[in-house]
């Protein structure tokens, strides 16, 4: 059975939200990749920090 490359959970977490998800049901379908707590589901905090951020990043590149 060939592997399917998984998204990174920063880059999953804007297109969940566009889907009008809650920060829990997003948390629940993310999963961390590295670090010590791999293969465990993120807090709904980190959560909205991750969108908080990701909302930062494309403020400040769209901004003239």
Do not use: C
């Amino acid at each position: 059975m060939p592997t399917v490359p998984q998204q990174p959970p920063e880059s999953m977490a804007p297109h969940l939200r566009d889907q009008e998800m809650s920060l829990r049901d997003i948390a629940m379908r993310l999963v961390i990749t590295t670090g010590a707590k791999n293969g465990q589901h993120p807090s709904p905090a980190t959560v909205m920090r991750m969108l908080r951020e990701y909302d930062e990043q494309t403020a400040a590149v769209s901004a003239p």
